[in-house]
């Protein structure tokens, strides 16, 4: 009975460490081949490198050579600024807001919240493009930071929601008790609190708008250059290698972003 439940065991073990194992392999290599092919001495996007060299990484921050990716680059990060701001605008408020009323009409009003989230980013881009048509308006940049806020504000939301459901209820009545009025209470009592969900939600909302393709495809102009799409067109034209240069700086934001996300808002610094 002993030797059963200690194979037993030993087979759950096997099963989870290598699946677990199988499923974080899968979900990391992409990135050092990323990598790693960024650093290629060749002439073409090719793993295993032909040595090692940064040539690639010169030539993407030289201003000439690459002054159309710096363009898609001002473009991209533009939006995506504007993208959290609106998303923080408009999906923190209704986060505090949903954890101040019932359970109930919280729990109603929460899958209307997220429903961006679900639908294909593809069918939102053509569905708000057709739209946005019938009323007269043309693709430009300003559709494009209404599309990217519609469409990542529920992760804004999901973040401030996460932290507004956990906040103390006595903390804004002592504030009241105090004499403060709901504007200033909200401004130095719940709002401070709420910025480990805020933070998260603007990072969430920053690395999606970057990387979006559809919405952006949908509802820029012709003169509105991003930064995917124009991967896209470096790839499609001659494989580039700045592509995977491209990458490598997006891979190393990344990460300095989780790492600074993880310091900041780890719990037990309060503690």
């Known amino acids: 009975m002993a030797s059963r439940m200690r194979f037993s065991d030993l087979s759950y073990r096997v099963a989870l460490y290598g699946v677990g194992g199988l499923a974080i392999v899968f979900m990391v290599a992409p990135i050092f081949v990323g990598l790693a092919t960024s650093f290629t001495a060749g002439q073409t996007l090719k793993f ?19 002054a159309p990716i710096h363009t898609a680059l001002w473009n991209s990060v533009r939006i995506a600024f504007l993208a959290v701001v609106g998303a923080l605008l408009l999906a923190m408020p209704a986060a505090y807001g949903a954890s101040r009323v019932g359970p109930k009409t919280a729990a109603a009003v929460e899958p209307l919240m997220l429903a961006p ?41 999901r973040a401030c929601a996460a932290i ?20 200033m209470t909200f401004v130095r009592v719940t709002l401070p ?17 970057l990387d979006n393709v559809s919405v952006t495809l949908f509802l820029a102009d012709a003169r ?12 499609e034209e001659s494989l580039d290698v700045r592509v995977a240069a491209i990458s ?17 808002l780890d719990p037990r610094r309060s503690t």
């Open 48 to 66: 295993p490198p032909d040595g090692l060299s940064l040539r690639w990484y010169r030539a993407l921050l030289d201003p000439v050579q690459s």
């Open 193 to 209: 609190l709420m910025v480990p969900g805020i933070l998260a939600g603007a990072f969430l909302v920053m690395m999606q708008s």
């Open 248 to 264: 490598g700086c997006l891979i190393a934001i990344a990460f300095a972003g989780l790492f600074l996300a993880q310091k900041v």
């Open 164 to 183: 507004a459901q956990r906040l103390d209820p006595s903390l804004v009545e002592a504030s009241t008790l105090l004499g403060v009025g709901p504007f």
């Open 117 to 157: 989230l679900v639908l294909p980013t593809l069918v939102y881009g053509l569905a708000a493009l057709i739209t946005f048509s019938g009323i007269g308006l043309r693709p430009s940049f300003p559709l494009v930071v209404v599309g990217h806020v519609v469409v990542f504000g529920p992760l804004m939301y």
């Open 224 to 235: 509105t250059s991003v930064l995917p799409l124009r991967m896209f067109q470096m790839i």
